[in-house]
């Protein structure tokens, strides 16, 4: 089973709903793939209250998604994880770019980037519902390859 890394700063709002939701819809098709995720900058937030953030619950219950039992904590991302990814995305290049250089040399160019605005630029609604439109087209390139 492969497997598409979602980053983000907190691991709390943005990759976490990309996670559950691509974990749900590939199960819901059959599709031989499985999402992780993980932040960037896991310590540098206390605006993170709790494992998990209560619009990305929110909106994945409007998805008919549980997220499952106990909740896990965010946790910051290691050179494992991507080692282990087919395909490690980051959620905000203007943002996760220049985190990942520093953090991981050379993997800023193998890293694919999408444009997810965080809280403090867009409404939660908007900006899951981009990373929404994201993975479904995601789902689709990955059960149709060219």
Not at 51 to 69: F, K, N, Y
Not at 98 to 116: D, N, T, V
């Amino acid at each position: 089973m492969k497997t598409v890394l979602f980053l983000c700063s907190g691991n709390y709002y943005r990759s976490r709903f990309a996670e559950e939701l691509f974990n749900a819809l590939a199960e819901r098709t059959g599709l031989d793939w499985r999402a992780d995720s993980a932040g960037l900058a896991v310590g540098d937030s206390t605006a993170n209250l709790g494992p998990i953030a209560g619009d990305t619950v929110h909106e994945l219950g409007r998805r008919h998604i549980a997220v499952g039992l106990p909740w896990r904590y965010p946790r910051q991302v290691r050179a494992s994880d991507l080692a282990g990814a087919a395909r490690v995305i980051a959620l905000n290049e203007g943002e996760h770019r220049l985190m990942l250089e520093q953090q991981f040399p050379g993997w800023a160019e193998r890293a694919e980037y999408w444009h997810i605005p965080d809280l403090s630029e867009a409404p939660a609604g908007e900006s899951l519902g981009l990373v929404d439109r994201n993975v479904e087209t995601l789902i689709q390139e990955l059960r149709h390859p060219a």
